[in-house]
């Protein structure tokens, strides 16, 4: 089934100076992703990768990613007993609201592919087991927890029906599944300024890859993956409003914050970026310099039984 609710308000960072200088909110920006992995994760000793995870945890995670894990946990409401995974972590964000639920006497294990952001991931959850893994091979037994959600790494995975299918596998009778993706890109209005922007400045290449967080957003394309994997899943999409300090902010921190796009931006592109970017997205700029976009998510979730 397929519905719109009315839109909730993502959370922002306040700043007044510059995210990729040491003395912002948002400490140093280098090189990062800001995403879960499109390619294989560099070594943990990657100073550009374990930077990256850091600009997740400190930009992403409160500009988006914490409200929509909060969301996700409302949906598959676990016990205070549960037993629960969250796979493509990221930092955790995910995990640690689950943990939130099911603490103390329930248990979290979270996966991901990307050695840094575990890393920074178990400097800020405690709780939370991390363990490095493949959600095309998740290694567990089946049925081994109760709850079972990922927040928007599946349309990054190379085979997304085998991922549904393992997560489904790890999961217990009467247990509950919830996954999310992004909607289409023109849902996501700013961001798909962003990609022209990007391809009429770096090349078709580099605007590919904001477009890659939406590539499950096409209308039919969501649905056709759930029912090729023969699950009883149901779809339901949800609007929200992201909201980032200023546009500047919002430019440089999906430029350097993963290091397959900033590979493709030297300093003369990244100038012309910025100098372009204010006029391209005015629309979504307020008097208070604040940028707001809307973003769809749609979200699949199922009880096995």
């Known amino acids: 089934m397929t519905g719109n609710p009315p839109t909730f308000t993502m959370g922002t960072v306040p700043t007044t100076s510059d995210p990729t200088t040491s003395d912002s909110p948002v400490g140093p920006l280098l090189h990062g992703s800001g995403h879960d992995a499109v390619?294989?994760?560099?070594?943990?000793?990657s100073d550009d990768w374990l930077a990256a995870a850091t600009v997740y945890?400190?930009?992403?995670?409160?500009?988006?990613?914490?409200?929509?894990?909060n969301e996700l946990t409302a949906r598959l409401d676990p016990g205070p007993c549960d037993t629960a995974l969250d796979v493509a972590c990221g930092t955790g964000v995910l995990a640690r609201s689950l943990w939130d639920r099911v603490r103390p006497t329930g248990s979290v294990t979270a996966v991901d592919l990307s050695a840094s952001m575990l890393e920074v991931a178990r400097t800020v959850s405690p709780g939370v087991d991390f363990r490095q893994?493949?959600?095309?091979?998740?290694?567990?037994p089946d049925e081994s927890f109760?709850?079972?959600g990922s927040q928007f790494g599946l349309m990054f995975f190379p085979d997304p029906q085998r991922a549904l299918s393992e997560m489904w596998r790890v999961l217990r009778p009467g247990g509950r599944l919830a996954v999310s993706v992004?909607?289409?890109?023109?849902?996501?209005?700013?961001?798909?300024?962003?990609?022209?922007?990007?391809?009429?400045?770096?090349?078709?290449d580099a605007g590919a890859m904001i477009e890659s967080y939406?590539?499950?957003?096409?209308?039919?394309?969501?649905?056709?993956?759930?029912?090729?994997?023969?699950?009883?899943l149901s779809l339901s999409d949800r609007t929200s409003i992201v909201r980032v300090p200023d546009a500047d902010d919002f430019v440089l921190v999906e430029l350097r914050g993963w290091p397959?796009?900033?590979?493709?931006?030297?300093?003369d592109d990244e100038q012309r970026i910025r100098e372009a970017a204010p006029q391209r997205l005015a629309p979504w700029v307020g008097a208070n310099e604040q940028l707001t976009t809307p973003i769809t998510a749609r979200i699949a979730l199922g009880i096995k039984s």
């Open 57 to 69: 945890e400190r930009c992403f995670v409160p500009w988006i990613f914490e409200a929509w894990a």
């Open 146 to 148: 109760d709850i079972v």
């Open 214 to 232: 939406f590539s499950m957003g096409s209308p039919g394309d969501f649905e056709a993956l759930i029912e090729a994997s023969g699950l009883p």
């Open 182 to 204: 992004w909607g289409s890109i023109d849902q996501a209005p700013a961001y798909g300024a962003l990609a022209a922007l990007l391809t009429e400045t770096v090349g078709p």
């Open 260 to 267: 397959p796009l900033a590979a493709l931006v030297d300093p």
């Open 133 to 140: 893994g493949d959600a095309d091979a998740l290694d567990f």
């Open 39 to 45: 390619v294989s994760p560099p070594p943990p000793e």
